[in-house]
């Protein structure tokens, strides 16, 4: 199998083997990574960052990952590049390829990183759009899989707004790779119906299934994981957190939550997460709606189920292999 050449923009554009082999690759450069064997795979190549929302996690992993790999990155932040204001899409995609051999964009709207990939001649890599984050998938999926040896039949809940880039993401991934899927939410957070009836059929062939469920109770019955996500995503106006608080609070996934899931289920979430008052957002909001924490407690972010950290430490090893296997000759 080879992907040079590939852009990675979602998942729906990628076979269960292709994205298999993606892990195989990321847990084949995390074993290296951890044994000191040096993976330079694209030595002497360059790649660009866009970064038009903020990041700790994906940023890092793209920069760490392309050190590793044995080239040079360029970070290009929200506010000191041309991008949308002065330069389109289109000439940004044009310039870039003359002097990068990969693209990574985190931005607004898919269709965004669809016209970069469009324009550019280089793999470009989607960082994280309104409607897909799927390098996080990656790491979830690496993650679910050190965790319990398999995939396949995996129960998996997600919490939460299930209408954004997580619970798309996810539902695509588990769809495609045989995990029986849950999104978990008022109605009117479902996703959108055309993309659950898509993932009901790879769901088909793939032994796994999709359900949306309203109650947190039913839900969990017996899950193997539980995922969620912040209430209120990168992008959106700080208005929304009213009413999203006061629908999403009986989402909030909390101790009597993990308890009713399977005995060995684990905790994920893609992390940043509002789970005390130690960060500036937190505290306002938490005070500002009488809160401890927002979609997850503190008790079940710090506890033996959570495995948050192991996740995020996955994304760098899965964005390695994205980059690996489409700028190298593997
Ligand atoms: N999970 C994730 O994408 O984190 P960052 O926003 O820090 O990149
Ligand atoms: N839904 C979140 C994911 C962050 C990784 C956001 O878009 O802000």
């Not at 938490?286 to 710090?302: A, D, K, L, S």
């Amino acid at each position: 199998m080879t992907l040079k050449g590939k852009d990675f923009l979602k998942l729906l554009d990628f076979s269960s083997e292709e994205i298999l082999y993606l892990i195989d690759l990321a847990a084949d450069l995390k074993a290296k990574k951890k044994a000191g064997i040096p993976h330079r795979l694209c030595e002497g190549k360059n790649v660009a960052l866009i970064f038009e929302k903020t990041s700790t996690r994906t940023r890092s992993s793209f920069e760490v990952a392309s050190h590793d790999l044995g080239m040079g990155c360029t970070y290009l932040d929200p506010s000191g590049s041309q991008i949308g204001k002065k330069e389109s899409i289109a000439d940004t995609a044009r310039v870039l390829s003359g002097m990068f051999d990969g693209i990574e964009y985190r931005g607004f709207g898919q269709k965004r990183v669809e016209a970069l990939a469009a324009y550019a001649n280089v793999p470009v890599w989607n960082g994280l759009t309104d409607e897909f984050h799927p390098t996080q998938i990656l790491a979830d999926m690496l993650t679910v899989r050190e965790v319990f040896g398999r995939l396949k039949g995996i129960r998996f809940v997600y919490m939460g707004d299930s209408r954004f880039n997580m619970a798309n993401s996810l539902m695509v991934g588990c769809a495609k790779l045989g995990l029986h899927f849950t999104a978990c939410a008022p109605r009117e957070y479902f996703p959108d119906p055309a993309l659950v009836s898509i993932c009901e059929e790879l769901a088909a062939q793939s032994g796994g299934s999709v359900t949306l469920c309203e109650n947190p109770e039913e839900a969990v019955r017996g899950a193997d994981v539980i995922y969620t996500d912040v209430w209120v995503s990168m992008g959106e106006p700080v208005e929304v957190w009213e009413k999203r608080v006061n629908d999403l609070a009986p989402y909030e996934v909390n101790s009597r939550l993990m308890h009713l899931a399977a005995e060995n289920a684990v905790f994920m979430h893609c992390l940043p997460a509002y789970h005390d008052k130690e960060t500036d957002v937190g505290r306002e909001m938490c005070e500002r709606f009488g809160r401890e924490n927002m979609e997850v407690t503190h008790e079940v972010f710090e506890s033996k189920a959570s495995v948050v950290f192991q996740e995020a430490e996955n994304r760098m090893h899965t964005i390695k292999a994205v980059m690996a296997a489409t700028l190298a000759d593997l």
